[in-house]
């Protein structure tokens, strides 16, 4: 491995099979819970909201949120809240993320180049700070 590999940034890089610091670079893994916060009941809901550490500011906005993903994050870390999921009975499970590993198309457009600003001719093909023409003068 050279100096420039071992140097490359975790999110650059390619994926390897199990590297816990790339996928929680590139948020590899989601934890999606398959029921309605509603219909949880209320000794399971407060078993997910206790697994899932939810500040009491963030519970009701979680619970409209279901079904669907709750955490982002590597796989090793996400498989402890999984079990414990599962063993409070409510349905859970560890998903790839599809793009995982593919690299973005464009930058974010605070990290894009911003493009030169030139001032451009008009139609007349004069500059917008050349002087002005002068009066043509009539021929005899």
């Known amino acids: 491995m050279s100096d420039r590999?071992?140097?490359?940034?975790?999110?650059?890089?390619?994926?390897?099979?199990?590297?816990?610091?790339?996928?929680?670079?590139?948020?590899?893994?989601?934890?999606?819970?398959d029921v309605a916060?509603?219909?949880?009941?209320?000794?399971?809901?407060?078993?997910?909201?206790?697994?899932l550490r939810v500040k009491r500011s963030e519970r009701e906005a979680l619970l409209a949120a279901l079904p669907g993903i709750v955490r982002k994050g590597a796989r090793v870390d996400l498989e402890a809240p999984t079990a414990r999921l599962r063993e409070a009975g409510i349905p859970c499970r560890l998903v790839r993320r599809p793009d995982a590993g593919r690299p973005a198309t464009l930058p974010p457009a605070s990290r894009r180049p911003r493009e030169p600003e030139t001032e451009r001719a008009d139609a007349t093909g004069t500059h917008p700070t050349d002087p002005p023409n002068p009066a043509p003068v009539p021929d005899d």
């Open 5 to 33: 590999d071992r140097m490359a940034p975790v999110a650059d890089r390619a994926p390897d099979d199990d590297d816990p610091q790339w996928e929680r670079a590139n948020q590899a893994w989601q934890l999606w819970i």
């Open 37 to 51: 916060g509603r219909d949880l009941p209320a000794d399971g809901r407060r078993a997910m909201l206790r697994v």
